[in-house]
């Protein structure tokens, strides 16, 4: 199976600052990456897939990049409903994985 | 509107058996594939099975393979998990999700999740 790893596990930042998560795979996966945001009680949210497209509907804060091995999540302007967990996920080869998880928190 | 709902789960006892099912509306359900997904606080996020539009293909996470059967009614929208032979380890929250048109395993609309709890 292909292991993604996040980092970091968690941060915390104020709102207006530029907040990078990453995530690296144990094999290349080219881009087939998609990052998603889960906040308690509610629906995950699909925030970018193929690595760098921005899902409809996402902010255009929101970026990503990266392709192989290592890949980055970008908040340019974190605003306070940014506050939750992000996960990337691999969908390169079955089983279909997903990093550890990052939490934000806002200071 | 795509909405997802999943039905509200429960507490099993180890060796049980639960199915869960998840009520789709707001897009044509028979053409999307769909997966059912499981968070565990210690374990974050689990891919655990998906099914294809006509439910004629369908795959595993090896830890449930054996134990765990998906399927759908495309006549009433719903694609189900059954779960048999429960763990422990099984507990967790478990999210149905659509796959993108045409993109697998992109997985674009979410339920709110359904808490299953194996304990004695």
């Known amino acids: 199976d292909i292991q993604m790893t996040q980092s970091p596990s968690s941060l915390s930042a104020s709102v207006g600052d530029r907040v990078t998560i990453s995530c690296q795979a144990s094999q290349d996966i080219t881009k087939y990456l998609n990052w998603y945001q889960l906040k308690p009680g509610k629906a995950p949210k699909l925030l970018m897939y193929d690595a760098s497209n921005l899902e409809t509907g996402v902010p255009s804060r929101f970026s990503g990049s990266g392709s192989e091995t290592d890949f980055t999540l970008t908040i340019s302007s974190l605003q306070p409903e940014d506050a939750a967990t992000y996960f990337c996920q691999q969908f390169h080869n079955l089983p279909i994985t997903f990093g550890q998880g990052t939490r934000l928190e806002i200071k | 509107e795509v909405q997802l709902v999943e039905s509200a789960g429960g507490l099993v006892q180890p060796g049980g058996s639960l199915r869960l099912s998840c009520a789709a509306s707001?897009?044509?359900?028979?053409?999307?594939?769909m997966h059912w997904v499981r968070q565990t606080p210690g374990k974050g996020l689990m891919w655990v099975s998906h099914i294809n539009s006509i439910g004629t293909g369908v795959a595993y996470e090896d830890s449930v393979k054996g134990r765990f059967t998906i399927s759908r009614d495309n006549a009433k929208n719903t694609v189900f998990l059954q779960m048999t032979s429960l763990r422990v380890e099984d507990t967790a929250v478990y999210f149905c999700?659509?796959?993108?048109?045409?993109?697998?395993?992109?997985?674009?609309?979410w339920g709110q999740g359904a808490l299953v709890t194996v304990s004695s």
């Open positions: 999700a659509r796959a993108s048109g045409g993109r697998a395993h992109i997985l674009d609309f």
């Open positions: 707001g897009f044509t359900f028979g053409t999307y594939w």
